[in-house]
């Protein structure tokens, strides 16, 4: 929540040169647009995250908060992409192939987030939601550093300001589509070692808890708990009934007796 705050301070009140991404008539310029886009990413995670805490106090452990909260998160996810998308920025250049690499990503933690509600216990589906999570991080630093970074552009093309903001230009076609496909390596670089790394890093774990921690849903310790009380309360009724059934036949004995 503190991440999203200042990621919108950063957008709409930081960043730009007036201080307020306003004009002087009050609208909003062009060259703000994608101010505006990026702050509202941000607030919907901070949206999905201050409901989360709601949740986690009001109705912990139960299939309707694991369900919201999934919903949540995959209309933050959602949202992201859809601007990512049909973003205002000019896309189309090396910026552009560097931006539609990253849907890929958050289209993976839309889908895994949504498939998390009606498979709560799926291990694998968890596992590629926090995968994808933690690629989308790495690839939007990668973009802020291979970007805007004069060293690391690709030979052939150069930083240019433009609309208030820097994009990247390329000499020709032939020097773009050579920056395309650098753009593409690098991609396909990062996903392997990723994979690389989460997939060790799972098996180290394994290894290391396998024979130190049970491992266990909330959600089905929750299931667990109402099944046990559900089971305590109907072996309380038995015996009511079985304490009634005895008193019964020692009272037909007695008036048989007398």
């Known amino acids: 929540m503190f991440g999203t705050l200042l990621s919108i301070s950063m957008e709409l009140f930081i960043g730009p040169s007036k201080h307020q991404p306003f004009d002087s008539d009050g609208t909003i310029p062009s060259y703000h647009l994608h101010n505006f886009e990026h702050a509202n990413i941000s607030l919907t995670f901070f949206v999905y ?4 805490i709601l949740f986690d106090k009001i109705i912990p452990s139960t299939l309707a908060q694991n369900g919201l909260t999934l919903f949540l998160g995959a209309v933050a996810f959602g949202q992201e992409l859809l601007l990512f998308h049909l973003h205002s920025t000019d896309h189309m250049g090396v910026e552009g192939q560097y931006h539609w690499l990253l849907q890929v990503v958050i289209f993976s933690s839309f889908v895994t987030t949504l498939l998390g509600i009606p498979f709560p216990k799926s291990f694998l589906n968890s596992f590629v939601r926090s995968y994808s999570i933690m690629f989308q991080g790495i690839w939007m630093m990668v973009i802020g550093i ?11 093309c150069f930083i240019n300001f433009e609309e208030g903001h820097k994009v990247v230009r390329c000499h020709n076609k032939e020097a773009l589509e050579r920056a395309k496909s650098l753009v593409n390596i690098q991609f396909s670089w990062y996903l392997v070692g990723i994979t690389v790394f989460t997939l060790s890093l799972y098996l180290v774990l394994v290894n290391f808890f396998r024979e130190n921690v049970e491992y266990f849903s909330l959600i089905s310790k929750f299931h667990e708990e109402e099944d046990l009380f559900e089971d305590v ?14 008193k019964r036949f020692v009272e037909m004995g007695k008036r048989e007796n007398n």
């Open 49 to 52: 995250a201050s409901f989360s």
């Open 146 to 156: 291979m970007l805007w970074t004069p060293e690391f552009i690709a030979k052939g």
């Open 233 to 246: 309360e109907a072996q309380k009724k038995r015996l009511v009934n079985h304490i009634g059934e005895q």
